[in-house]
């Protein structure tokens, strides 16, 4: 379905009020829950706390409610801090030494933690602690991903994926552990040519955006991301201003956007490291500082959520700033004091702020929570700053882009009377995903606002034909990639104006399967019976005709097979004396496509060996040797039918190809593609039930297979003797009458020759009369 983006903003229902002097930037409330005097709850086990000297607030980006306060108390809240919490502490039982936390993050239902150098896991909803396997080396930092649509498998790999990594460290040294288990178990990890780069390790992160893992190397006061994919791999990225230890904030949704801080720095990517600006400060629409350094800032904490930020800064100041794909601007939004050494910042809604700080309570163990709430798009009307507002409509989706694939999606602007939108659309993976955007007029609105429409059209990189073979990545990867779709010229007091921001995923379309062509069967011929084949019916494979370990030697026994008609169904007919293909069909759902021309291979899942094929690997024009089945079986054991598959699959026509065509003769044993390959039935009668897989790795990034039953007819019995031993006989008897010919005649003359004739003359004239034979012989 299209995906829609409504941009309204009518002048004339906008009304800019003043904010009144007298009127505070928050509202501030404290939160204290459950006390009750003369009851105390204890604290078990070792108190956490932060090493940092500015506190922290890590927030899960899919359950909204569950956050995590790093201070010098650590608080772990499951309502948003709506409740007074105890300090959040770690049994003794894991006897970590030193309690001092210095990296966390949340990874689908566990919390990470780095305790003492080493990673811990923590499952919230069951309260059960656990020590992560893997890491050798004392660590430092975790860093991670959350995709919130669970019904994605590629969602859900994300989450998956966790780094730990000790923070300082040299480069071409330094100890990284990937875990794809949420953090629960490490392995070693390094991306190509780290031993040769130079400087420390500012962190690495998996961008999934790009489909890259992102290596971030400082040295002398530069920092330059190194990528581990083709073709960002090939260099490394431009080099950006690397002061104190930045923080790097991977904002959530997946579209690449870093920000990077510190208390003098704060920069920020748009396209995970490639390209990283500084952030400036406005007032209004001007630019008053192209940076934070210049307008003497001290950044204490900041928040983000998917398209905004906000800081918080030592001097008591609040700022405010969108996400956007050109810039992320920010100005200050009040001056209202609000900042102490505890305090952190973050997001509870879209233009909605709070403020938090711990307070301990002299009575209790719990600490009490107070909240200062900041509606941004309140204060944003405020007419010195000079902006409107727009209202704005998003609806996001999850969207999967298939090897030959497209997608088309539509967005509609309508802008204020006399304004002329400037609408972006950009991907964040344009090496994997291409896109073609157009714009045009279509209708107004009551109110006489034009509308607009703007048409993306996407598919993959590579078959767009416009760009060089060194930008695109490798189409045989399956990628990611986010569509943004934004307004340039919009304003930052458009709050509730969010881009348009969706991910796709250029792999497998698991709505995608193949079925044979069933038309003609067994049954319909009445050859089978499907009552019979319904109520457990078998049938035999004669030892000769098929090999267990499928390597087409002949077998010990006999083998009975129940015939699986649940799942094959009947049988498609097939003449033995005929060479014949499978017609493959690719279907979406309950929608056919079309007919599969790709590459396919196909093995009788039984051993069955009584077929061929009618080409060979130079009658298919290989310029290599081809695989087959028994390279293949060979060097993948025990996996039989699924060993051949998209994955390893070489083809013999590609030029890249060097293995050498020793054995021209051998049968070619790949169907479709560029040849007309067929299977050749053997003289036997019966059921074969084989699987068959596509195996062209540019067909789909999918494993599309399926198992399917033919049965094979009108093949005469063989002889009951070999034909060898008949063709002997033969000639044999002709050789023994033509040597009766001659040596008969020869003995006519001679004396037992004519005795002979003399009988038989006797016996023939006897018998010219009635019983005279048999009075002869008695």
């Known amino acids: 379905m299209p995906v829609l983006m409504l941009l309204v903003a009518a002048a004339a229902a906008l009304r800019l009020r003043p904010v009144m002097g007298a009127e505070p930037l928050c509202r501030v409330h404290v939160v204290r829950t459950g006390k009750v005097f003369n009851v105390v709850q204890p604290v078990d086990g070792d108190r956490l706390y932060f090493s940092s000297s500015a506190p922290r607030l890590v927030k899960h980006p899919c359950h909204k409610n569950l956050g995590l306060y790093l201070g010098k108390q650590v608080f772990l809240t499951r309502d948003n801090f709506e409740s007074s919490l105890l300090p959040f502490t770690i049994p003794a039982s894991m006897a970590v030494g030193v309690p001092e936390v210095t990296s966390a993050h949340f990874a689908g239902p566990f919390l990470l933690l780095v305790v003492n150098h080493r990673v811990y896991t923590y499952d919230y909803k069951d309260g059960v602690w656990g020590a992560a396997t893997g890491v050798d080396h004392p660590v430092s930092h975790v860093s991670g991903d959350n995709c919130c649509d669970s019904s994605k498998t590629f ?16 480069v071409a040294q330094a100890n990284v552990y990937f875990s794809t288990t949420r953090g629960q178990s490490f392995q070693r990890y390094s991306i190509e040519r780290q031993a040769e780069l130079n400087g420390t390790l500012g962190g690495i ?7 890259q893992v992102g290596l971030l190397a400082v040295n002398k006061g530069k920092g330059q991301f190194a990528y581990s994919h083709h073709p960002l791999n090939r260099s490394l990225g431009l080099a950006f201003d690397y002061n104190g230890t930045l923080n790097v904030l991977t904002v959530p949704g997946q579209r690449g956007v870093l920000v990077f801080w510190f208390e003098n720095s704060l920069l920020f990517s748009p396209n995970a490291g490639q390209l990283i600006d500084t ?8 630019v008053l500082h192209p940076s934070i350094y210049g307008a003497n800032i001290t950044v204490h904490n900041i928040a983000a959520n998917e398209n905004e930020l906000a800081v918080l800064t030592q001097e008591d100041h609040l700022y405010y700033g969108s996400l956007g794909i050109l810039s992320s601007p920010i100005i200050k939004i009040s001056e209202q004091p609000v900042w102490s050494p505890e305090a952190a910042l973050m997001f509870t809604g879209t233009g909605m702020l709070q403020v938090l700080t711990p307070l301990a309570d002299a009575a209790f163990p719990a600490f009490d929570f107070r909240k200062c709430s900041v509606n941004v798009q309140a204060v944003l009307m405020d007419p010195k700053l000079q902006i409107e507002l727009l209202d704005g409509l998003f609806r996001q989706e999850v969207y999967t882009v298939d090897m030959n694939s497209e997608l088309e999606l539509e967005a509609i602007l309508i802008p204020r009377l006399g304004t002329s ?15 073609q955007a157009s ?4 209708g107004s609105t009551f109110n006489g606002n034009t509308k607009y429409k703007l048409d993306i059209h996407l598919k993959q990189q590579q078959h767009w034909g416009r760009t060089d073979p060194n930008f695109t990545s490798s189409i045989k990867r399956p990628t990611m990639s986010a569509l943004t779709v934004d307004v340039a010229n919009k304003e930052i007091s458009c709050v509730d104006m969010k881009p348009l921001s969706t991910r796709i995923s250029l792999g497998c379309d698991l709505q995608k399967r193949i079925l044979v062509q069933n038309k003609i069967t067994a049954c319909s011929k009445g050859i089978l019976d499907p009552v019979e084949l319904q109520g457990n019916y078998t049938y035999v494979i004669e030892k000769e005709f098929y090999d267990p370990s499928f390597r087409g030697r002949k077998a010990a026994k006999d083998l009975t097979v129940a015939y699986p008609y649940k799942d094959l169904g009947c049988p498609r007919l097939v003449y033995y004396d005929m060479p014949w293909s499978p017609v493959v069909e690719l279907w979406r759902g309950e929608q056919f496509r079309e007919v599969v021309k ?15 094929y009618s080409l060979t690997a130079r009658a298919a024009l290989c310029t290599a040797q081809p695989q087959n089945w028994s390279s293949v079986l060979a060097a993948s054991p025990g996996r039989g039918p699924a060993a051949w598959n998209r994955q390893n699959y070489v083809s013999c026509h590609d030029p890249n190809n060097k293995e050498p065509l020793r054995w021209p003769q051998a049968p070619y044993e790949v169907l479709g593609g560029r040849t007309d390959n067929q299977i050749i039935f053997e003289q036997r009668n019966g059921i074969y039930v084989f699987h068959i897989a596509i195996v062209d790795p540019y067909y789909s990034y999918c494993h599309l297979e399926t198992t399917f039953s033919v049965y094979v007819y009108g093949a005469y019995p063989l002889p009951a003797v070999p034909s060898d031993v008949a063709i ?14 001659y040596w008969v005649p020869q003995q006519a003359h001679s004396e037992a020759g004519l005795r002979v004739k003399a009988f038989w003359a006797r016996l023939w004239h006897r018998c010219q009369h009635p019983l005279g034979c048999l009075r002869g012989q008695r």
Request: charged share 10%.
């Open 728 to 741: 002997a006989l033969l000639l044999a008897a002709i050789l023994l009458a033509v040597w009766l010919a």
């Open 279 to 286: 952030v400036q400060v406005w007032r209004g629409e001007q």
């Open 439 to 442: 714009i045009y007029e279509f």
């Open 421 to 435: 939108p400037i609408p972006l659309a950009v991907v964040s993976n344009p090496y994997s995903l291409g896109l």
């Open 155 to 170: 969602c859900m790999s994300i989450s998956d994926s966790v780094f730990a990594y000790s923070h300082g460290e040299l």
């Open 598 to 612: 790709a590459e396919h291979v196909l093995l009788e899942v039984n051993g069955l060996f009584s077929y061929s």
């Open 205 to 211: 992160f998996y961008f999934h955006s790009l489909s």
